[in-house]
Each structure stands twice: as C-alpha cells, then as structure tokens.
Nanobody
Framework: QVQLVESGGGLVQAGGSLRLSCAAS????????MGWYRQAPGKQRELVAT???????NYVDSVKGRFTISRDNTKNTVYLQMNSLKPEDTAVYYC????????????????WGQGTQVTVSS
C-alpha cells in the first residue's frame, strides 16, 4: 500500500524558515498533483500549495512570495520551503498526493500524510 511520510515541522520564530518534506512510498504507477494543506486550531483545512507532474504550481494568496513548493519525481517527494514565517502560519501541515496505482486504472486516488506541526512564535 501507499505511505506518505512527512518531516520538517517544528517551532520557529517569526521571520524564520522551515522546509517540509513528504515522501510517497509503495507500489505507485504515477503521481499527478502533489500538494500541501494546513489546518489551524478551530479552522477548516485549507489548501496551501500544489504542484503538477509537469511542475506547474499554485499557491494560496497568503503565502505567495514566501513559500515555494517543489517536487523530486525520482524520489516521489514533495517539498514546501517556507520563508518569512508569520504566527498566522501556525498549523498542522498535511501533504496530499493524487496518484495512480496501476497503469490500467482509469481513476486516480488521493492519499494524505499524517500531518506535521508548524508553530511560529511572535
């Protein structure tokens, strides 16, 4: 089966940086979109950034210019470089992967990571 393992969260002061990683493992035929979501206490989970297999990216307005999403297709890994962090970035960050398990499958499946805590102190 597919596993997503996240790493890189932690505690950082405002203005600091963190880099999140999410590696997908298992019997995977191909990976379409990879992304990061976050959920702050008392709030709904929101999209942070996505990246397609071709490298096209999309960001929520609040992180544009500060966060960069990238991926290494040879390692089935997605990264989120977070710079100029703000206290409002504090949340649990989840990676999200849209993938195809077998070449004959006509539909893709979505998997979620276990979440990693990012805390930004003021």
């Amino acid at each position: 089966q597919v596993q997503l393992v996240e790493s890189g969260g932690g505690l950082v002061q405002a203005g600091g940086s963190l880099r999140l990683s999410c590696a997908a493992s298992g019997s995977i035929f191909s990976i379409n979109v990879m992304g990061w979501y976050r959920q702050a206490p008392g709030k709904q989970r929101e999209l942070v950034a996505t990246i397609t297999s071709g490298g096209s990216t999309n960001y929520v307005d609040s992180v544009k210019g500060r966060f960069t999403i990238s991926r290494d297709n040879t390692k089935n890994t997605v990264y989120l470089q977070m710079n100029s962090l703000k206290p409002e970035d504090t949340a649990v960050y989840y990676c999200n992967v849209n993938l195809i398990l077998r070449p004959w499958h006509s539909t893709s499946q979505i998997y979620w990571g276990q979440g990693t805590q990012v805390t930004v102190s003021s």
